[in-house]
């Protein structure tokens, strides 16, 4: 059968296409189609040009709005890569003082979001992640005949469904380094599935971070949903990298560290792990396209920690490291 796909817009400017296909690599988006407003008035500029005619639909070109397009599968993992090209495209323009890089909006084709969403529910199946976890939407049952646990996440505009690889590797790393009774950090929870799933395999409680506050309010729904007790699960929203108050707030020692974000987020992030994890504790990082595995992975161990485990699958990685301690 042949695969289907949705095709998405990006509206920016001449000087933001670079760095919104900067980003959209490290969240996964292999190739694009860009349209730039700036090429075709120097197109049409060329002195040395003997145009007689040009097409008035090329005319109009000069006066479009910089596009970067790129194609998404129509299945789970394209609806997940929707979900991150979003939030990506909110913290881009949140830092975008002056405005400099146009509206960041993505559009999808010929196709109303609301039904796209709607759709996309049918791509989301129970998913048996590792030994002991089964993933699932709501609206599925589950028999229960093979015990495993079961974890309860719809997809929401919070990346993280258990779908995507990159959340899948970190649930697989972190179910072998549960014994029980830990305090678990989730930095960039998203939909708070990986301390969520830590809390159900044995984890004792857990704290889960993201920058934008729908992910903190979708998280706080998500535990409630999987019946965990409000004082075992806290929600913040904020930038931990830039906001000490935030930093001071959430800092403890923890067992282990959750952090499912993009390469140069979690380089930003580096230093910041030793302060928050005991001597000996595990730091689990995922989200990164294994051409910028090496860049990650060095950054880390600068900061004390030993790689001990590495998940790779189709181009992503997930890896477990130990925190030297001093």
């Given at each position: ?51 007689d005619y040009i097409d008035d639909d090329l005319m109009g070109l ?136 830590a809390i159900l395999l044995g984890a004792d409680s857990a704290v ?119």
């Amino acid at each position: 059968m042949a695969m289907e796909w949705t095709e998405v817009n990006i509206y920016t400017t001449t000087e933001g296409i670079d760095i919104v296909c900067s980003e959209l690599t490290d969240i996964g988006v292999k190739g694009f189609a860009i349209k730039d407003a700036e090429d075709f008035k120097e197109f049409l500029e060329n002195k040395n040009g003997k145009w007689d005619y040009i097409d008035d639909d090329l005319m109009g070109l000069s006066h479009c709005e910089s596009c970067v397009t790129i194609y998404l599968p129509c299945n789970s993992q394209g609806a997940e890569m929707l979900i991150a090209v979003k939030s990506m495209l909110t913290e881009l323009k949140k830092n975008d003082i002056g405005n400099v890089y146009g509206r960041l909006e993505a559009e999808l084709s010929n196709i109303r979001e609301e039904d796209w969403a709607n759709n996309w529910k049918q791509y989301f199946k129970p998913l048996k992640v590792g030994e002991r976890l089964l993933v699932k939407p709501s609206w599925e049952n589950y028999d229960g005949t093979d015990n495993r646990v079961v974890l309860e996440i719809d997809p929401a505009s919070s990346f993280g469904t258990g779908q995507h690889h990159t959340t899948r590797l970190c649930l697989e790393l972190l179910e072998k380094s549960l014994d029980g009774g830990e305090k678990v950090l989730d930095l960039g929870c998203g939909s708070g599935i990986l301390s969520i799933g830590a809390i159900l395999l044995g984890a004792d409680s857990a704290v889960a971070v993201d920058i934008e506050e729908n992910a903190a309010v979708t998280a706080a729904e998500n535990a409630q949903k999987n019946s965990i007790p409000k004082e075992k699960y806290h929600t913040y929203c904020g930038n931990v990298i830039s906001d000490s108050e935030l930093a001071d707030k959430i800092d403890s020692k923890y067992d282990v560290i959750t952090a499912n974000i993009v390469a140069d987020v979690l380089i930003a992030m580096s230093p910041l792990f030793s302060r928050y994890l005991k001597d000996e504790g595990i730091l689990i990082i995922s989200g990164i396209i294994i051409e910028r595995m090496n860049e990650v992975t060095d950054a880390v161990e600068n900061a004390g920690f030993i790689i001990k485990e590495e998940n790779v699958k189709d181009g992503w990685a997930a890896v477990k490291l130990i925190h030297k301690g001093k």
